[in-house]
């Protein structure tokens, strides 16, 4: 694989079940984001990690755990699924170096009900 | 307080120009990122200033004035293919994007 790979691409979840989108990149950034998006906002930041073995909380993180065992993976779980948590999720990494573009992955579809 | 304005949708010709405004307020600046996001897809990098003045690539150019906390994102000889969300986002100083909620591009022939 080349870039950033998410899984699953779509779900549908019971309200109260636990779920983890699955974020894997190749390109050895240091830094990997979560985002979800919703019909008429921007993005939302979740959840970050600056590197391996670190993670910080974003704009919306309530409900939402991340871990980052290592630089490739950036695990998203949901522990107690809700219908507002309804959305489009990105994962994406970076470098930060130069001007630090972020390269996303094709985005996780999770619908509650 | 943060917030970055873009409009909700425009439309334009194919073949035209169409300019996509972008106005921010945020903690800090460290410089201004335009996304492309067909739709069903993830965004993809377009554009990046950090400086004042006018970037260009090919077809499309990105403009930024720090002081009036305005860029703007220039698509010229519009085609089909270029009809699509295009996000504003900004870089604060601790390296946080905060985004606009894009402007949706509707090209007609």
């Known amino acids: 694989i080349a870039g950033i790979t998410q899984a699953p691409t779509s779900q549908i979840l019971a309200a109260g079940r636990r779920m983890t989108l699955r974020c894997t990149q190749d390109m050895r950034h240091n830094a990997m984001y979560w985002y979800r998006q919703d019909l008429g906002l921007g993005l939302r930041l979740i959840h970050y990690?600056?590197?391996?073995?670190?993670?910080g909380k974003g704009e919306v993180p309530d409900g939402y755990s991340v871990s980052r065992a290592n630089t490739d993976d950036f695990p998203l779980t949901l522990a107690s699924a809700v219908p507002s948590q309804t959305s489009v999720y990105f994962c994406?990494?970076?470098?930060?170096?130069?001007?630090?573009?972020?390269?996303f992955g094709e985005g996780s579809r999770l619908t509650v009900l | 307080g943060q917030n970055i304005d873009q409009p909700t949708e425009m439309t334009a010709t194919e073949g035209a120009i169409v300019q996509i405004n972008c106005t921010y307020q945020?903690?800090?600046?460290?410089?201004l990122f335009w996304y492309q996001q067909h739709a069903g897809e993830a965004p993809t990098f377009l554009s990046y200033n950090v400086l004042d003045g006018l970037e260009e690539k090919g077809r499309f150019s990105s403009f930024l004035s720090r002081s009036k906390g305005y860029s703007y994102l220039l698509l010229k000889e519009l085609q089909m293919k270029d009809s699509a969300s295009y996000l504003c986002?900004?870089?604060?100083?601790?390296?946080?994007?905060?985004w606009g909620a894009g402007t949706k591009l509707i090209i007609k022939p």
């Open positions: 994406a990494s970076s470098d930060r170096g130069d001007t630090g573009e972020l390269f």
């Open positions: 945020t903690s800090g600046f460290n410089g």
């Open positions: 990690s600056n590197t391996a073995g670190t993670t």
């Open positions: 986002a900004v870089r604060e100083s601790n390296y946080q994007l905060i």
